[in-house]
């Protein structure tokens, strides 16, 4: 067989997984691309295990033959890191039947896809082995270990799914919470499969460290903001300071600038210039957006089912908090000169209008749109302190109408037209 041809089976089987079982074929790129004879090198290959006697008859033969052999070329990997993806998930192959697949397996926070996966850890002769770095095609540092070498096993590392591990002991939800990171696989499988087992003490850890892990994050992310908050604070008034974009052809719009306003109550709001492409026209936008937000942590037991009680109150209550407070923030910001903002970003609009209070909601949205949040607030003042059940019907009918056009009106807004003397610093 031709050079050209067997290269074309290697790539084959480099792209999509296709066995080379030609005797002939697998003899040529040996030829073409074996290893250095003699040389030994350590190498790692992981497989994933659909059962246990499939993952019992691979422990077994590695015993029986005193080390890993295949009637097939085995794949290996000069990187463990390569590897040991291979062990816990299956690769697609632009399959769509193993791509919905691992999809499924992702969805509920699983690590491991099969019963078990296994990293074996050997050592051979790289004589016995087709490189296919010589071949141009080792992006992963790949060799094909020749059918019935015998390796030699030096270690072979385990890897248990979260499911298993959880239902037969070796895991448990209280353990985990309190000594894994919040990021960790175990806590994020605990969230997505076992968030009705959550108890209050559970939740106000998570909570806790989801407050911490924010403030972390806020320090590293805008360390110069301390001095601007510590400033609104002892002044009890705005600070609007002005930044220049680092590279202005970078950003949308005409400006070359941005202000960020910061509030005594903590609360940054910043605007941010965006370009919009409507009816074939670009069209600058000027968006309000909120870098410090509670975690989504904190919103997920907020919002989920099958949270206990004591638990969803206490993340509302925060939530509630939180987005009144940026409400405020966008209040007080609208009285700045500089304040220009027309839009919220979506994430903000999306987070205000189902956390804040109606009525901080509708003057925030008051900042952007006045007559939109001033038909709320006249619905609201107009409403007798005490009301018959008609009344209350027709009143929440009322309040309901207007919050759903104050909601669009966020949207869709327009500036204040609230604008007295200037007060930015610059940055």
């Given at each position: ?326 409400a405020q923030a966008i209040i007080d910001a609208s009285e700045c ?91």
């Amino acid at each position: 067989m031709s050079s050209e041809r067997a290269t074309r089976a290697l790539e084959a089987f480099r792209q999509s997984n296709i066995p080379i079982t030609s005797d002939s074929v697998l003899d040529e790129l040996k030829s073409a691309y074996g290893g250095d004879s003699g040389q030994k090198v350590t190498l790692y290959r992981g497989l994933l295990f659909r059962s246990q006697s499939e993952a019992e008859r691979f422990y077994n033969g590695v015993e029986v033959n005193s080390g890993y052999v295949s009637s097939m070329p085995s794949s290996f990997s000069t990187d463990t890191k390569i590897a040991h993806e291979f062990s816990r998930m299956p690769k697609t192959y632009d399959d769509m039947n193993l791509a919905r697949e691992a999809m499924k397996y992702a969805k509920i926070g699983e690590t491991v896809g099969g019963y078990e996966g296994a990293l074996i850890e050997v050592e051979v002769d790289a004589g016995d082995c087709i490189d296919l770095r010589k071949a141009d095609m080792g992006a992963e540092g790949e060799m094909l270990l020749m059918p019935g070498t015998v390796a030699k096993v030096i270690n072979i590392e385990k890897q248990i799914p979260l499911s298993r591990q959880f239902n037969e002991g070796a895991l448990n939800i209280d353990s985990c919470i309190r000594d894994f990171p919040q990021s960790s696989p175990e806590v994020n499988f605990i969230l997505k499969n076992f968030i009705d087992k959550l108890d209050a003490s559970n939740v106000g850890l998570l909570l806790n460290g989801a407050k911490a892990q924010s403030d972390e994050r806020r320090e590293k992310r805008r360390s110069g903001d301390a001095q601007y908050i510590a400033e609104a604070k002892r002044t009890g008034e705005v600070i609007a300071v002005r930044t220049q974009k680092r590279r202005f052809e970078d950003w949308a719009g005409e400006r070359d600038h941005y202000y960020t306003y910061f509030n005594p109550n903590g609360v940054v709001i910043c605007e941010w210039d965006q370009l919009n492409r409507i009816d074939g026209k670009y069209v600058q936008k000027t968006e309000l957006h909120c870098p410090y937000t509670p975690s989504w942590l904190v919103e997920m037991f907020a919002t989920e089912e099958g949270v206990n009680a004591e638990s969803q109150a206490l993340a509302l209550s925060e939530m509630q908090a939180a987005y009144n407070a940026i409400a405020q923030a966008i209040i007080d910001a609208s009285e700045c000169a500089e304040f220009t903002a027309r839009f919220y970003d979506h994430y903000l609009r999306e987070a205000i209008t189902k956390f804040a209070d109606p009525m901080m909601l509708a003057l925030a949205g008051d900042a952007v749109n006045p007559e939109k949040a001033s038909q709320l607030l006249e619905v609201e003042s107009a409403a007798p302190r005490m009301m018959n059940k008609e009344q209350l019907r027709s009143h929440t009918a009322q309040v309901e109408s207007s919050m759903a056009e104050l909601i669009q009106g966020i949207a869709e807004s327009r500036p204040s037209q609230s604008n007295p003397k200037s007060s930015f610093k610059p940055r």
